[in-house]
């Protein structure tokens, strides 16, 4: 089963075209990264996909759901991490999961119960009283994305989420979402510009001035080159 297709998808600010026909494919349970420099239209795909904004050239289906037919169904199933954050810094971890879920309906024994589970899953059960102004970057993306999990989405959209943080922080992360894909079965679609971030068993999706460059796995993709020099090689990307 698919998790996330895109098809023959298009959009422009004005005369500029930001993507150009892009399609793809994400099996469901899979990793995906989104790999490309700055500008190459990860976060306005980030943004159809959201339906942040739309287009009406292309298709884009969620776990068996058209977006453009039946948007609340669609986006009933994805879980979002966006490149900024949207917490709220003067309340706590655990007030900032209960808004979110009742933002989802969610209320009650229910709301608590996944509230626990997306804590215990991202190791920040400990923190939860704790206000989020108070933690450092690494934990308020875990904050985020067990945030992203309330509701029980088999997709989880990630925009560049370890930007700003540190080296040991990025690891942690990246390691965390892994073990969550292949513990919960979870499509995830990971936009980075950065190549240590990325498995050679990924599926890697290579985006460059709005076009799809390369789709596979990631050591197919490479090849015996290591996937930096790839990278820069094919996007003319500096290092």
């Excluded at 009406?56 to 954050?85: S, Y």
Aim: proline content about 3%.
């Amino acid at each position: 089963m698919t998790g996330l297709s895109v098809r023959d998808l298009s959009f422009s600010y004005g005369s500029k075209r930001a993507l150009a026909e892009v399609s793809f494919d994400i099996p469901q349970g899979a990793f995906c990264a989104l790999l490309g420099p700055n500008g190459a239209g990860k976060s306005t795909l980030f943004g159809l996909l959201t339906r942040l904004f739309t287009s009406a050239e292309g298709a884009i289906t969620v776990a068996g759901h058209d977006l453009r037919q039946t948007p609340r169904a669609a986006l009933a199933e994805i879980g979002v991490v966006f490149q900024q954050t949207t917490l709220d810094l003067s309340l706590s971890v655990d007030r900032n999961l209960s808004y979110f879920a009742a933002l989802h309906g969610l209320a009650g024994a229910d709301a608590a119960r996944r509230i626990d589970t997306a804590l215990d899953l991202l190791d920040m059960t400990e923190r939860r009283r704790e206000t989020v102004r108070n933690l450092n970057g690494g934990h308020r993306r875990r904050t985020e994305i067990a945030r992203a999990l309330i509701h029980d989405p088999s997709v989880l959209l990630l925009d560049e989420p370890t930007v700003g943080l540190d080296a040991a922080s990025r690891a942690a992360i990246t390691d965390h979402v892994h073990e969550l894909c292949a513990a919960r079965n979870l499509t995830v679609l990971w936009a980075t510009h950065l190549t240590d971030e990325i498995r050679g068993t990924d599926q890697l999706l290579i985006l460059h001035r709005g076009k799809i460059r390369a789709d596979g796995p990631t050591d197919s993709i490479r090849g015996e080159t290591p996937l930096t020099d790839h990278f820069l090689a094919l996007t003319g990307a500096e290092a």
